[in-house]
């Protein structure tokens, strides 16, 4: 609910605080009083677009700050919580502009864009009249408002939607990536080939690197190690040490003695030649090669190294590589498969889809053809019995909110043709279709504060008074704000301010006045009377306030 509206040097406001109440709250005035002043600065702090000179001439900085009640259910907490503002039981909105167009908003003293004022006041302000394209008149909201009036719950074709769009999803993703693979496939059959019959090992190429580094530094030793055990056997050093003991141990017997150390000496020297002939002997035995496995192993080593080149990758990381492409073969020979479950997944999806849009569309069906009798009902004593409304249902793109187009249309003639309410109804005949479209709308315990500007142009007498009891009526579950200039609406007020316009020193401005009992009995007179009020005026007013 809009509690208080406070503008400072806006337009022709200098100074002015309203305090509006729940219920019916009618503001009445002379044509050119201001009145639609005080809907442009109310318009202004919730964000909509503003006239250019908002500023009051002489002024240097306007301002508006309007203050609501917030209850705890209400769906501008929402818009609260995600902006990150902390929210309460009172919502303060405050806007300023510069006397050159510079503008500045807060939400409970947080400075925010006029988007969070948009979304809000989408949440806390209707306005209806002949201008609404915000509401009633913007096609694009019936399909929400069709629901609303039948309560239909779209949450089942919502949660099949979703369904659906995660169905076509999964499948169009494995068709990409089929797609994908189906383009590789030449290359991943001939590399898993190579892969598999070469099949590498972890830690071979080492392997492989040490074996032929030791066969190739075998090759190198080998003669010199055959040249020295040449020279350590029979044909050398072994021949001459055992000629040299024969000698010796033939001439012993005869030197008393004293060849018997040599001798020794020289039997220990040939054990330690002997064992260094065979040591020499067993590492040229161990050294010995097949030359052709040593060819083999390069093969294999150079093989696995150009593989490794040829793919990007360590030669360790070859069979995990070779794993990763048999898994991408694999997933391409059962792409077909896996295609086929998806669709059927689709389809099983869109029959869901389907099912519940159509139970959906059923039940607008229904609503549509109670709202338009509800509707004629409300048109009869609005003196538009002979109008005809209809609520127009009409294919439309599948989405979230099923297959259906919604449209409020209108015909305010006998047999002639339907069409949008905005390009077929007239001011006045306009005005009562949008109140009766509003009356049958309204839900009890709507948290939103309803403007309706001159809604009751271009009608009077007991049209204007079915009007005002309409108003009246809504007004038992919400706060109504109505602009008028009859008095026959006037009259079923709640509360009731008088706006006028008035010369001081030169300067013009408009005021706003709340209305006592007696005032209001003087101000339905002057409606009803014009300039001069006369006794039978004031009577007249008072029977219209009597009821």
């Known amino acids: 609910m809009l509690r208080s509206l406070d503008i400072r040097d806006m337009l022709l406001i200098d100074r002015l ?76 909105l405050r806007r300023s502009v510069t006397a050159d ?9 947080r400075r925010v864009s006029g988007e969070v004022l948009r979304d809000l006041s989408d949440r806390l302000i209707e306005l209806h009249g002949q201008h609404d394209d915000r509401g009633l008149l913007d096609a694009r909201g019936h399909r929400q408002m069709l629901d609303a009036f039948a309560g239909a719950d779209t949450g089942a074709t919502r949660a099949a939607w979703a369904a659906l769009a995660a169905a076509r999803r999964a499948l169009a993703a494995a068709e990409a990536d089929e797609a994908r693979l189906r383009a590789d496939e030449e290359f991943l059959r001939h590399a898993v080939g190579e892969l598999d019959r070469l099949d590498p090992q972890p830690g071979e190429e080492a392997l492989l690197d040490g074996r032929r580094r030791a066969m190739q530094a075998g090759a190198r030793i080998q003669g010199d190690i055959a040249r020295a055990l040449q020279a350590l056997g029979p044909e050398g050093a072994e021949g001459q040490m055992a000629d040299a003991a024969r000698w010796l141990e033939g001439v012993a017997d005869r030197a008393e003695g004293r060849l018997e150390a040599p001798l020794a000496a020289l039997g220990r020297a040939l054990t330690e030649l002997g064992e260094a002939a065979q040591g020499a002997e067993d590492c040229l035995e161990a050294l010995a090669f097949d030359p052709g496995e040593l060819e083999r192993i390069e093969e294999r080593l150079f093989a696995i ?4 080149r040829k793919h990007g990758v360590l030669a360790d990381d070859l069979g995990a590589f070779a794993d990763d492409l048999r898994a991408r073969l694999a997933a391409l020979d059962g792409a077909a498969g896996n295609l086929r479950g998806l669709g059927a997944a689709v389809a099983a999806a869109g029959a869901a889809y389907q099912a519940a849009a159509a139970d959906l569309s059923e039940a607008r069906a229904r609503a549509a053809g109670a709202l338009d009798r509800a509707i004629a009902a409300e048109l009869a004593p609005l003196k538009m019995e002979k109008a005809h409304f209809a609520t127009v249902l009409s294919p439309a793109d599948p989405g979230p909110e099923g297959r259906d187009q919604v449209e409020f249309t209108v015909a305010t ?27 049958c709308l309204a839900r009890g315990g709507e948290a939103l504060t309803m403007i309706f500007d001159e809604i009751d142009r271009g009608v009077g007498g007991a049209t204007a008074d079915a009007v005002g009891r309409r108003l009246a009526r809504l007004a038992e579950t919400a706060q109504i704000l109505v602009v008028t200039h009859s008095p026959q609406v006037a009259a079923q007020g709640a509360h009731h301010w008088r706006v006028e316009k008035r010369v001081a020193g030169g300067q013009t401005r408009s005021t706003v006045q709340p209305l006592d009992p007696a005032q209001r009995v003087d101000e339905l007179a002057r409606m009803l009377a014009g300039e001069t009020v006369t006794d039978a005026a004031r009577a007249a007013a008072e029977a219209l306030l009597a009821g």
């Not at 167009?101 to 003293?109: I, L, Y």
């Open 101 to 109: 167009g510079r503008k500045t908003a807060w939400v409970n003293d």
């Open 413 to 439: 003639n006998p047999g002639a043709p339907t069409g949008p309410l905005s390009k077929i109804a007239s001011g006045g005949e306009l005005s009562r279709f949008l109140l009766a479209l509003k009356v």
């Open 17 to 92: 605080e309203l305090a509006f109440q729940p219920g019916l709250n009618v503001l009445t005035g002379e044509t050119g009083a201001g009145k639609s002043i005080l809907l442009d600065c109310l318009g202004f702090v919730l964000g909509w677009r503003s006239r250019a000179g908002l500023v009051r001439s002489g002024a240097a900085l306007g301002e508006v700050t309007a203050v609501f009640d917030l209850p705890a259910d209400h769906a501008g907490r929402a818009v609260l919580a995600e902006a990150g503002i902390e929210g309460g039981d009172e919502l303060i």
């Open 305 to 308: 190294r150009a593989l490794a």
